[in-house]
């Protein structure tokens, strides 16, 4: 059972197009981590966010993290065709619990 | 920074037969590795904790004596998938737990299992 939502399950856009994908759960994040896989590969971390209404930026990717910390969200502006791949959100405890991810696909 | 190899990168196997992937860290010590599965489009689910010296700790329904976990050492953790059938068929990752005040992981590249 996931333990944490992710929305959209699929989004396809257009290069230069920005998109939003989302993380969500009922209970608080002691912090949170944003992954990115790439098909045959092992998730890469993008960032930690920790303090509520953190917001941290990584050249084009900005990552949101709500006051109550249950959410995050991680946006990406001007997305290129580098930018595809599946993005994890995943709850940082001991063990890392995944949510089920977002695959983007951006079209050249 | 931190590495964690895998290897090997993708294995065919004939089912009934054993195969064991290794998860190295090459440039820390890591007392705590994870293992886990991911099928196609599908998200990571982890399987285990392996911890360096002790038995590991597996999730709610693996099964432990088919998912065979061994840490030896403080760099090495292997996971041995014995009498394998097609259904265990998977993308399997395994990840290096690095204290530096906040948890730090550190991914493998993962193995691509196909029994056939």
């Known amino acids: 059972t996931q333990l944490l939502e992710q929305s959209p399950q699929f989004l396809s856009i257009q290069e230069g197009e920005n998109l939003t994908v989302y993380c969500n759960s009922s209970?608080?994040?002691?912090?949170l981590q944003w992954y990115r896989q790439e098909p045959g590969e092992g998730p890469v971390l993008l960032v930690t966010?920790?303090?509520?209404?953190e917001v941290k930026k990584l050249k084009r990717l900005t990552f949101q993290f709500g006051d109550a910390r249950k959410d995050s969200s991680l946006h990406i502006t001007a997305a290129q065709p580098g930018d595809t791949g599946l993005y994890l959100c995943?709850?940082?405890?001991?063990?890392?619990?995944f949510g089920a991810g977002t695959t983007v696909t951006v079209r050249a | 920074g931190a590495v964690v190899s895998q290897h090997p990168s993708r294995v065919i196997c004939k089912s009934g037969t054993s195969v064991k992937i290794e998860c190295r860290s090459l440039d820390f010590q890591a007392t705590t590795m994870f293992w886990y599965r991911q099928f196609p489009k599908q998200s990571l689910m982890l399987m285990a904790t392996s911890n360096e010296g002790s038995k590991a700790t597996y999730e709610q329904g693996v099964e432990k004596d088919k998912f065979l976990i061994n840490h030896a050492s403080l760099t090495l953790s292997t996971l041995t998938v014995t009498s394998a059938h097609p259904e265990d068929s998977s993308f399997y990752i395994c990840s290096a737990l690095q204290r530096q005040g906040v948890y730090g992981y550190t991914f493998g590249s993962g193995t691509r299992l196909t029994v056939v």
């Open positions: 995943a709850r940082l405890d001991y063990k890392l619990s």
């Open positions: 966010v920790v303090t509520g209404g």
């Open positions: 209970s608080v994040f002691s912090s």
